[in-house]
């Protein structure tokens, strides 16, 4: 029999890639958008499957709305991807960051619970929950010191996720993944904005990049290697959390050096703190400079993930390195700007 999955936040990076994995096994896929006037498709355009999905309108803070769709949408699967998901814009938002991320889990939950309490869940919980992070390399066992509005309604979304698989036996997993991107991440991400400030410079312009805090490390992975490891959580037969990562970590500093290094461009630091910059070595241009408006008014300085439990038990682990994450991401926004 044919499964069918719901994916919430089916417009975003994961969304997408999620989506065109579920088709590829056979999935009816139903996806939520909070415009269906105008829905923002152009990832699922970009990955050749826009017409192949069943989009919905649907709201995390909206319960009337939640309660409609679930009642009269029955699938298989249920992956909650949406959320306000710029850790930097929670400080601006911070009610309506905890009411997405945090309260619209609890809504979607309960909704499931009452109306098909068999589908299996997934709780897209993140890194950032560990913030200030109480041990090196973090784990499912690390406890958690949030260090954003964002991460704060997560570390929520994520222990009402557990409650509602340990009350009332609810299939609820959660995937704790650390950053994960590709050429679909959006502009306003870190290493978007990079890889996109480069291509830009590449192709003529004379901007120059500026981003915050270069020595802030990430453990970065490719998405479409961490969308397969949310499907496997799903097809296990006891619910559990997992964290997803790659075990290695590198501060933006190197990202942007990779980045370069993919459209021919030797970059040469120089500086210490908000004097930091970056120069090409070849004409001596002024490439990055440090600005002081993008720093975190508290900082996650270090995470790095171990995803041990997820290779024993699920078979998981991410195949791309961050080198080559970075090149794809710079080839692709060089690429696209010549279109």
Request: with cysteine; proline share 4%.
């Amino acid at each position: 029999m044919t499964k069918s999955a719901f994916i919430t936040g089916i417009t975003g990076q994961d969304g997408a890639y999620l989506a065109k994995l579920l088709l590829q096994k056979g999935y009816r896929v139903h996806g939520g958008v909070r415009r269906i006037s105008h829905p923002e498709t152009t990832r699922l355009a970009a990955l050749g499957i826009a017409d192949q999905v069943t989009l919905h309108s649907f709201d995390l803070n909206e319960i009337n709305n939640i309660v409609r769709v679930i009642r009269d949408t029955p699938v298989d699967e249920f992956y909650n991807l949406a959320a306000q998901s710029f850790v930097g814009a929670s400080w601006e938002q911070p009610i309506y960051t905890g009411d997405a991320n945090g309260m619209g889990v609890v809504r979607i939950l309960d909704c499931l619970r009452t109306y098909h309490p068999n589908t299996r869940f997934y709780q897209a919980s993140t890194s950032e929950m560990f913030g200030l992070v109480q041990e090196v390399p973090q784990r499912e066992t690390t406890p958690f010191y949030p260090r954003s509005p964002y991460g704060v309604a997560k570390a929520y979304g994520h222990y009402i996720t557990m409650n509602y698989r340990e009350s009332f036996g609810m299939h609820a997993s959660s995937g704790v993944l650390f950053n994960h991107e590709s050429p679909l991440r959006g502009k306003e991400f870190v290493t978007r904005k990079i890889t996109l400030g480069l291509a830009k410079i590449a192709r003529g312009s004379n901007e120059v990049l500026k981003l915050g805090n270069l020595d802030v490390q990430r453990d970065w992975g490719y998405a479409g290697d961490y969308v397969r490891g949310m499907w496997l959580m799903l097809q296990q037969d006891q619910p559990d959390d997992y964290v997803l990562a790659t075990g290695v970590t590198t501060p933006i500093r190197e990202f942007v050096r990779y980045a370069a290094e993919a459209l021919d461009m030797e970059l040469e630091f120089m500086g210490r703190g908000l004097n930091e910059m970056a120069v090409e070595r070849k004409t001596g241009r002024r490439i990055l400079e440090v600005d002081p408006d993008f720093f975190r008014p508290a900082e996650v300085d270090l995470l790095i993930g171990d995803a041990s439990k997820a290779k024993s038990s699920l078979g998981w682990h991410a195949k791309m390195p961050v080198k080559t994450l970075a090149a794809m991401m710079a080839q692709a926004d060089f690429d696209a700007l010549r279109a």
